[in-house]
């Protein structure tokens, strides 16, 4: 699968409007997506089992997307042949006491990945230019001095703030992929209704969802912000069409295993003086006695 049609070129003024959420490319099957998502799904486990054996590179992928976009599912799927050892989830939701005395970063480097491993982010310290904009109150019961919430400036200058820090973890070994799961309004609306009508799936709805639907409009600007401000050559945004889960998952996952196909990564090389050590194990172990 080519990744260009998703990638938010660095530098762009985005327009969601221009991305389709239906889109397919050119799976017109469902059949067919999910015969090649099992085999991406394959790959996968074994790039990680050489990102975790390498020991030299850490992976993030950040998942952003409005309510009911199928971020848990896709991490479910596409996740789902990799080593839990190596592959651990962080969610975010609205900080804590603890988090609120610290600078917005803190709580989110605290769960960066070590090198050999991936960490998935269900929502990110991108809420800090999305939620807490669209919600100014938020801003103005942060611990901060005033002049930094007074600043007209203050989303740009924070905008600069994560471009610099991802550009510091990728310069450190620790590569960035950042999805946004790109779904309808009339496709929203449909998924909170199967929620509230399927007792099965009661617990996953809220009427805070609700609620939150209201400011549809101006979650999409600020979205639309922060893809042109913070897609970068070193972490990129991917807007992915998510009102079909089945494609959503494939298009996560072929991106995912394209980027560690990037890598080369290679197995860790024996020494002379580590296979000399193996042979006589291996006398040992062949003349040990039953």
């Not at 099965?200 to 805070?208: D, P, R, T, V």
């Not at 298009?251 to 295993?257: K, L, P, Y």
């Not at 860790?268 to 050590?277: D, G, N």
Request: hydrophobic share 35%; with cysteine.
């Amino acid at each position: 699968m080519n990744p260009n049609p998703f990638l938010v070129k660095p530098g762009s003024q985005v327009s969601l409007a221009d991305y389709d959420t239906r889109d397919t490319q050119t799976y017109g099957k469902k059949a067919d997506a999910v015969e090649k998502l099992q085999a991406s799904i394959e790959q996968l486990k074994q790039y990680q089992d050489v990102l975790y054996a390498q020991n030299t590179y850490g992976l993030l992928i950040v998942l952003q997307a409005m309510d009911a976009a199928g971020k848990d599912s896709t991490i479910k799927h596409v996740m789902s042949g990799v080593n839990p050892q190596g592959c651990n989830v962080t969610s975010f939701q609205q900080p804590s006491a603890e988090e609120g005395d610290h600078d917005y970063l803190w709580r989110i480097m605290r769960h960066l990945p070590e090198r050999g491993n991936i960490r998935i982010f269900n929502r990110s310290h991108y809420e800090e230019v999305l939620v807490v904009r669209v919600h100014p109150e938020i801003l103005a019961r942060q611990q901060l001095p005033q002049k930094t919430k007074d600043n007209p400036q203050i989303w740009q200058q924070r905008f600069e703030e994560i471009n610099n820090f991802e550009k510091y973890l990728v310069n450190n070994g620790i590569l960035i992929l950042k999805f946004f799961l790109h779904v309808s309004k009339a496709e929203q609306k449909k998924r909170f209704l199967e929620r509230i009508n399927r007792p099965e799936k009661n617990w996953k709805f809220s009427a805070k969802d609700v609620e939150e639907r209201q400011y549809w409009d101006d979650y999409r600007r600020a979205y639309e912000a922060v893809f042109s401000h913070t897609s970068t050559k070193w972490a990129p945004w991917y807007i992915i069409p998510a009102d079909r889960k089945w494609f959503t998952r494939l298009a996560v996952s072929s991106i995912i295993c394209q980027t560690l196909k990037s890598l080369k990564l290679e197995y860790p090389q024996v020494s002379a003086e580590q296979k000399q050590e193996l042979a006589a194990a291996k006398v040992m172990l062949e003349n040990e006695l039953e």
